[in-house]
């Protein structure tokens, strides 16, 4: 089997042993994908490859997130409400 686990906001250094409990055996490949606001914690975990991934702007994160779910803003008051943040 494959797996992808994806954790974000990590700002504590965690053990990666504990991550792959479980999943990690010569029949399973498997990533695993970090992302932290902190370069200190993922230089102290030892990470292999870091990417610096910048943030979307507002309006780029608006349009993603009502390309996501935006079929579901069917009330006018909640879209103006979520639009201002």
């Known amino acids: 089997m494959k797996y992808l686990i994806l954790l974000d906001e990590i700002c504590h250094i965690i053990d990666p042993d504990k991550i792959i409990m479980g999943i990690h055996n010569n029949q399973n490949d498997f990533k695993v994908v970090i992302a932290s606001r902190y370069h200190r914690v993922c230089y102290d975990m030892g990470l292999h490859e870091l990417s610096l991934v910048e943030g979307l702007s507002p309006d780029d994160a ?8 935006g079929h ?6 909640l879209n103006q409400s979520l639009r201002r943040g």
């Open 72 to 77: 579901l803003l069917s009330f006018p008051q």
């Open 62 to 69: 608006w349009n993603m997130f009502q390309a996501t779910v």
